[in-house]
């Protein structure tokens, strides 16, 4: 597209590119807004003996394997970060698709769980256990589908050799996703 | 943690062998699982939760390159995790415990209550009805915790969350509102909400919360406001 850079852009006044500071900036209000999803709902589960019935339904093989797929996802974003670092943005577009793909595989897997608890008639009413559940969980898929949407519009710059300082900003943003959902697989899935 | 600064604000290559700690990141994600299977508490904390947090912090310092980052965004974002531990810790008080000194939370005591005693019912005899909390019911003090909010601790329809409400919550020392009530119509009200005689689907039955004999006992309360009473 044939827009002028505009000179931001080209500025580094703290030191840091300015996209990788804006991603970090933008990851700042993120800790606070998964932060209170989650700190609210450890608090409530401490003072709710009685969600561990719920909590029971939940399913931890599942959540272990999308754990298994984002940390996965996240070792592929970090070796597209490598490979941008030295120039190659085929490479690095080569390892974005395959963390599209994992995040494919998260939402393929999340869909299938949700499905088959709806249908058990565990719904976001059912009572508040589930509605947090379904509320974080929300949340972070949400994240997941940017992410991925997001990355591909990175992947497909990266691979005409543009814009190649893009692949480590989408990759932290993807790491951050991860390290969420490294907190909400105990907290959902573990405790029980 | 060796710090290493470069001028450019550009990262080189960072010395980082990203298989090792994707490896490593398996591992600990397998320790996870396994360690809640023994049922112990504190195994299942350290596992679960403290695993967690290395997991995390691997994947910050080592995929996210925090450690290589200026000192600045290391404060920024601490900074937004301090404020959420503050914000923890100023509500947690009032969301951990169910009552103190002078209050009492009195849905989320009956919400425990009606679990517990239908994780207890599959396991064993299926207990009675659960009962309404009955506990801290007085008409004065639960008027003004239950209603006061809207129709004002003097019934005069004034209270704090009714004051944008439109129809304004009824004033019950208003010559005019008893006019067109009696007792059996705010007994039905109480119970089945306003809106099931044609009212403000604002105030929502609480046939729920509150047993008949309660909830004659509210009425009761909130004659008293009448006029002459």
Known sequence: MAFAKPQATLRSATGIPTGRLAVWWLLASEVVIFGGVLGSYLMHRLGHPEWAEAASHTNTWIGAFNTLVLLTSSFTAVLAHQAAEKGDGKKAAGFLVLTMGGALTFLCVKSYEWTVEILEGFTIQSNTFWSFYYTAAGLHALHVIAGAIIMGIVAADAYRGRELQRVELIGIYWHFVDVVWIFLFPLLYIAK | ?229
């Open chain 2, 1 to 229: 943690m060796a710090e290493h600064h470069d001028e450019h604000g550009q990262h080189d290559a960072h010395d980082v062998n990203y298989k090792k700690i994707y490896f490593t990141l398996l591992g600990l994600l397998v320790v996870s699982v396994v360690g809640p299977f023994f049922g112990i508490l504190w195994v299942t904390l350290v596992t679960a939760f403290g695993i967690a947090v290395v997991k995390a912090t691997l994947v910050i310092q080592n995929f996210m390159h925090l450690r290589w980052e200026k000192r600045i965004m290391k404060w920024v974002l601490t900074t937004s995790v301090v404020l959420m531990a503050l914000f923890m810790a100023g509500v947690s008080a009032d969301v951990l415990n169910h009552e103190g000194n002078n209050w009492e939370n009195i849905a989320a005591q009956a919400a425990v209550e009606r679990g517990l005693a239908a994780m207890a019912g599959e396991v064993v005899v299926v207990e009675e009805e659960v009962e309404p909390v009955e506990a801290g019911f007085n008409p004065p003090s639960t008027f003004n915790l239950v209603c006061g909010s809207c129709h004002g601790a003097a019934g005069d329809g004034t209270g704090a969350a009714g004051l944008a409400l439109n129809p304004r919550p009824a004033n019950f020392t208003d010559p005019a509102f008893w006019a067109t009530r009696d007792m059996a119509r705010i007994v039905n009200v109480i119970t089945n909400g306003a809106a099931s005689v044609g009212g403000s689907p604002l105030m929502v039955g609480w046939s729920a919360s509150f047993t008949p004999e309660q909830i004659q006992e509210l009425a009761d309360y909130v004659a008293t406001f009448r006029p002459g009473a």
